[in-house]
T-cell receptor, first 112, second 111 residues
């Protein structure tokens, strides 16, 4: 079974803090994704990565950065958290060249 | 026009009935379509995908694809209260064939 894990299920941070969200997959998948999900807006792609050290912006990259130093790990960084980044963050991975994505459990982030 | 559109619902059906969930997409070149189920507070999980016109069955679930009408649906037979969830339709697109999701249809199966 594909297993995608995320470092925290719930996180509370203050405005202006630097926030790290970690995602790890154990299936040697080349591609990894970060989404955020908000009521009424659905899932929106923030960043994705083809492979180690490779990244591409998604639909809403502003205010976020990513890091992929190892194949199994994809980190999402909020450089200076703001209240409008309060959301559910979902990580996903897939085998390169395929389309089926597998999701982690999600991190619900609250920025005060 | 959104790339993937779904009726947000909520859709309520009695236990044992057939639930029908619908999705339309704008890119006529789309070749594959995915259905995910998401329970409240949880992450999406893949139910099934379909590539070819017609029907694809997996247990109580049937996906139906009509490329001419740019329409894909998910039927759930013998609906159970445990099927109560939000169902997301997704279509690959973009440079990385990343999935574009509809906003989801919330289904409630009443005991």
């Amino acid at each position: 079974d594909v297993k995608v894990t995320q470092s925290s299920r719930y996180l509370v941070k203050r405005t202006g803090e630097k926030v790290f969200l970690e995602c790890v997959q154990d299936m040697d998948h080349e591609n990894m994704f970060w989404y955020r999900q908000d009521p009424g807006l659905g899932l929106r792609l923030i960043y994705f990565s083809y492979d180690v050290k490779m990244k591409e912006k998604g639909d809403i990259p502003e205010g976020y950065s990513v890091s992929r130093e190892k194949k199994e790990r994809f980190s999402l960084i909020l450089e200076s958290a703001s209240t409008n980044q309060t959301s559910m963050y979902l990580c996903a991975s897939r085998v390169g060249g395929t389309e089926t994505q597998y999701f982690g459990p999600g991190t619900r982030l609250l920025v005060l | 026009q959104k790339e993937v559109e779904q009726n947000s619902g909520p859709l309520s059906v009695p236990e044992g009935a057939i639930a029908s969930l619908n999705c339309t997409y704008s890119d006529r070149g789309s070749q594959s379509f995915f259905w995910y189920r998401q329970y409240s507070g949880k992450s999406p999980e893949l139910i099934m995908f379909i590539y070819s016109n017609g029907d694809k069955e997996d247990g109580r679930f049937t996906a139906q694809l009509n490329k001419a009408s740019q329409y894909v649906s998910l039927l759930i037979r013998d609906s159970q209260p445990s099927d109560s969830a939000t169902y997301l339709c997704a279509v690959p697109g973009g440079s990385a064939r990343q999935l574009t999701f509809g906003s989801g249809t919330q289904l409630t199966v009443l005991p």
